[in-house]
């Protein structure tokens, strides 16, 4: 049984950082797509960054200079790091991976960007 568990979320004013943890446990075939996404209520969810099967970074453009995704095989966990956040950024953050057909999806862990 493949799990995803966030942590790192939080408040934070605007303009500070946070860094978002996922740690992937159970047996999950490698290589596989792994990744951040959020829902801010009212909308839909959405690719924040992930990274490619081939270990390729992908990146919103909201994203875009302002966030870093990595990743640790051996730990199997995949951090963001969050930079200069707006209240735009005000979400719950998901961790997300695919592999095999079959989609993984974490409980999520809130972020609040105050102004």
């Known amino acids: 049984q493949v799990q995803l568990v966030e942590s790192g979320g939080g408040l934070v004013q605007a303009g500070g950082s946070l860094r978002l943890s996922c740690a992937v446990s159970g047996r999950i075939a490698s290589p596989y797509v792994v990744g951040w996404y959020r829902q801010a209520p009212g909308n839909q969810r959405e690719m924040v960054a992930m990274?490619?099967?081939?270990?390729?970074?992908r990146y919103a453009d909201s994203a875009k200079s302002r966030f870093t995704i990595s990743r640790d095989n051996a730990r199997k966990t995949v951090d963001l790091q969050m930079n200069s956040l707006k209240p735009d950024d005000t979400a719950v953050y998901y961790c997300?991976?695919?592999?095999?057909?079959?989609?993984?999806w974490g409980q999520g862990t809130q972020v609040t960007v105050s102004s």
């Open positions: 997300n991976a695919y592999s095999n057909n079959v989609l993984y």
């Open positions: 990274f490619t099967s081939d270990s390729v970074t």
